[in-house]
Nanobody
Framework: QVQLVESGGGLVQAGGSLRLSCAAS????????MGWFRQTPGKEREFVAA????????NYADSVKGRFTISRDNAKNTGYLQMNSLKPEDTAVYYC????????????????WGQGTQVTVSA
């Protein structure tokens, strides 16, 4: 069993930055791919970014490419999402998730979800 706890969300002005963290319990976190999704009211949860178990391979949604950076520190059982040049349309609840695979480019098979952290970008 893996528990995921996100932190780092908040209110920021457009053009600003935030860094989300995803702290994982359990010894299997470092063995599997993980990543981030986001969701706004009335919309489906959408893929944001993924990173392989080793941290060497990443993939991003087109909407965040060049602005967001995903990373992980397996020694700390923590994943990160650095968000720069934030836009109002990035406002959402952000969720971290893990898969039962070493690499899953779109995180199509989620095994565990975090509880989410709110990110609000003001114009």
């Amino acid at each position: 069993q893996v528990q995921l706890v996100e932190s780092g969300g908040g209110l920021v002005q457009a053009g600003g930055s935030l860094r989300l963290s995803c702290a994982a319990s359990g010894r299997t976190f470092s063995s599997y791919a993980m990543g981030w999704f986001r969701q706004t009211p009335g919309k489906e949860r959408e893929f944001v970014a993924a990173i392989s178990w080793s941290g060497l391979t990443t993939n991003y949604a087109d909407s965040v490419k060049g602005r967001f950076t995903i990373s992980r520190d397996n020694a700390k059982n923590t994943g990160y999402l650095q968000m720069n040049s934030l836009k109002p349309e990035d406002t959402a609840v952000y969720y971290c998730a893990t898969t039962p695979s070493r690499w899953d480019p779109r995180l199509s098979n989620i095994k565990y979800w975090g509880q989410g952290t709110q990110v609000t970008v003001s114009a």
